[in-house]
T-cell receptor, first 111, second 116 residues
Framework: GIQVEQSPPDLILQEGANSTLRCNFS?????LQWFHQNPWGQLINLFY???GTKQNGRLSATTVATERYSLLYISSSQTTDSGVYFC?????????????FGSGTRLLVRP | DAGVIQSPRHEVTEMGQEVTLRCKPI?????LFWYRQTMMRGLELLIY????????DSGMPEDRFSAKMPNASFSTLKIQPSEPRDSAVYFC??????????????FGPGTRLTVL
């Protein structure tokens, strides 16, 4: 099956710093989503981005489908950005719509 | 919209007891997914439904697990009998493919299950 690898596994930032999180996947995909799991455990949708670039406030994401990777940029990080960031992909084979998750990047933003 | 609703938010039970987790998807969504999150295995799909019909249950760990979707606004995941290794956070998610939907999945708050 498709493999999803995220890097780095852990990241510590000082408030105000910028960061780039990476997601590599082993096959072409129909769907790619970025999630933020906050310290209370809730999975929050950040981006639906199977290709191209999107921006939402301090966050932006780019997926280069032909090269099988996606990047999540966090600018001017805040302590509330702490948590785990997951990349998840869907490869729609045989009408399967399930998401395959990476192992996540754990981010800690220090004040 | 209220988003995906799950209940209970926390469940503590003893080994051997039956556990029922509940989910209400986003209104109008035609796909419903049950995922489980553990430290060892991360987030993994258990089962998903399309228009209330189970499509792929290959992730259900064993016969102790069962899921139903009696109507478009309600689904249950049942574990009987429960075991300590079932302790995990169980998420429900929903999405829409009909009417041009793209299967962007939206997750509920999860149910944290502890089996003693």
């Amino acid at each position: 099956g498709i493999q999803v690898e995220q890097s780095p596994p852990d990241l510590i930032l000082q408030e105000g710093a910028n960061s780039t999180l990476r997601c590599n996947f082993s096959d072409s995909v129909n769907n790619l989503q970025w999630f933020h799991q906050n310290p209370w455990g809730q999975l929050i949708n950040l981006f639906y981005i199977p290709s191209g670039t999107k921006q939402n406030g301090r966050l932006s994401a780019t997926t280069v489908a032909t090269e099988r990777y996606s990047l999540l940029y966090i600018s001017s990080s805040q302590t509330t950005d702490s948590g785990v960031y997951f990349c998840a992909v869907e490869k729609r084979m045989d009408s399967s719509y399930k998401l395959i998750f990476g192992s996540g990047t754990r981010l800690l933003v220090r004040p | 919209d209220a988003g995906v609703i799950q209940s209970p938010r926390h469940e503590v039970t003893e080994m051997g007891q039956e556990v029922t987790l509940r989910c209400k998807p986003i209104s109008g969504h035609d796909y419903l997914f049950w995922y489980r999150q553990t430290m060892m295995r991360g987030l993994e799909l258990l089962i998903y439904f399309n228009n209330n019909v189970p499509i792929d249950d290959s992730g259900m760990p064993e016969d102790r697990f069962s899921a139903k979707m009696p109507n478009a606004s309600f689904s249950t995941l049942k574990i009987q009998p429960s075991e300590p290794r079932d302790s995990a956070v169980y998420f429900c998610a929903s999405s829409s493919i009909l009417a041009g939907g793209n299967n962007e999945q939206f997750f509920g708050p999860g149910t944290r299950l502890t089996v003693l």
